[in-house]
């Protein structure tokens, strides 16, 4: 006797067989009778608007990493890639949306004005966090892998107890999707249709672990296992991006509960500035991503509706050269904080242990002192 399988709840999922998508990588469009209309008001001006908040954030993530080669920062995770889906989705929210990222996504802090004070700190080892959450609707960077999309379902439950009807966001990775952290979130999202936005960018590596050994089938499929409906999108197509991102806000915020979002993309640098990726990956398949790189593709776009694409790389140099002086400043600035302030902020009352580990480090700070 055989046992009849569910089918795949497949009507919970758009873009099964081909990411969605608006932009071609040669820059032309494709009709989307999904995304469209949610982009009508998408004009040259907001195309342009787009194409320099990528470029600003391409050039801190260059500069943040050359700054890890000159001593300045101690270790940086680079977003190269993965401009659009990170810029096409954070554009789509309005500022009192609250953004859960983990350590890649630096578009969300850039774009939220947090100042670089702060933001590079933590990568420099000066700080735990970076920023006050609050006033910038931000969360600080989450090193453990998925657990932001717990802290996001939270806050979006809690927002609905406030009588208010903002939406938050987790950005996860595709590796994050095998923890139970993110499993979990979906269960309660679901469970009480919480106003909360699973964004899963699909940058096909979990350090060097590639998605195939993640996931038998694609990512966007499992929520639809949790009754939550799924878009998979065209991760370097800004455009789908943000489309995709407002279907998913109307539906929060009108109390139909959450989606998820795979954008499909790709890390073109290496997991992190320590890492090597020649090991584990191949140049044939960097090469063809780098064919579908987001910006000049939306550039190409810009070229065809007959945009002064000349002018808008200026502006974008222009204020990413004003940016990047900003950045090092804000670096060449910054004082180291005494190590041993790093005791004073683990519990609110300090307690045996911690007095014992902080003479501990005095005891040895004062051995060295001298030394080097
Ligand atoms: C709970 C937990 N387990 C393991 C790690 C070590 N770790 C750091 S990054 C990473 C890979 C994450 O991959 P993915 O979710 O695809 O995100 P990406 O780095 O590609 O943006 C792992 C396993 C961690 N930080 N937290
Ligand atoms: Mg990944």
């Known amino acids: 006797m055989s046992i009849a399988m569910p089918a795949p709840r497949a009507e919970l999922v758009s873009g099964l067989d081909a990411p969605l998508t608006v932009l071609r990588a040669d820059g032309s469009r494709e009709a989307s009778g999904l995304l469209d209309p949610h ?19 391409r050039r801190v993530d260059q500069e943040a990493f050359a700054l890890t ?20 989705s954070a554009r789509a929210l309005r500022d009192t949306d609250f953004v859960f990222g983990s350590y890649r996504e630096h578009a969300l802090a850039i774009l939220r ?16 966090s970076g920023w006050d959450p609050h006033a910038h609707h931000v969360a600080t960077p989450q090193i453990i892998i998925g657990a932001q999309t717990l802290h996001a379902t939270g806050y979006a439950m809690a927002t609905r107890m406030d009588g208010a009807d903002d939406v938050a966001v987790a950005y996860f990775g595709d590796g994050a999707t095998s923890e139970g952290d993110v499993n979990e979130a979906m269960v309660f999202a679901s ?6 936005i699973f964004f899963c960018q699909n940058n096909h590596y979990a350090i060097s672990e590639p998605v195939r050994v993640q996931s038998g089938t694609p990512l ?35 109390g139909g509960g959450p989606t998820f979002i795979e954008a499909v993309t790709y890390r073109m640098g290496p997991h992190t500035t320590t890492d090597d990726p020649t090991r584990y990956r191949r140049d044939d398949e960097v090469a063809a991503w780098r064919e579908k790189d987001p910006i000049v ?15 808008i ?18 670096v060449m ?40």
Not at 313 to 330: F, G, I, N
């Open 39 to 57: 982009l009508a008001d998408m004009d040259e001006t907001a195309l342009t608007d787009l194409f320099i908040d990528m470029s600003i954030v």
């Open 69 to 88: 080669r000159q001593g300045k920062l101690a270790l940086w995770p680079p977003l190269l890639g993965q401009e659009a889906a990170q810029v096409g």
């Open 113 to 128: 004005g947090t100042g670089f004070g702060g933001f590079l700190g933590v990568w420099e080892g000066h700080a735990f």
């Open 191 to 196: 469970a009480f249709r919480v106003p909360v």
């Open 220 to 254: 966007a499929l499992r929520p639809t296992g949790f009754g939550i409906p799924a878009l998979r999108v065209d991760g370097n197509d800004v455009l789908a991006v943000h489309a995709a991102t407002r279907i998913a806000i109307e539906r929060a915020r009108s």
């Open 297 to 311: 593709r939306l550039e190409r776009h810009l070229d065809r509706i007959g945009a002064r694409t000349d002018r």
């Open 313 to 330: 790389r200026e502006e974008a140099q222009v204020r990413c050269d004003a940016t990047a002086r900003e950045l090092r400043d804000a």
């Open 333 to 372: 600035t910054a004082e180291a904080p005494d190590p041993v302030t790093m005791f004073d902020h683990v519990y609110t009352e300090p307690t045996a242990r911690l007095e014992r580990q902080r003479a501990e480090h005095l005891a040895f700070a004062a051995s060295i002192e001298g030394d080097a």
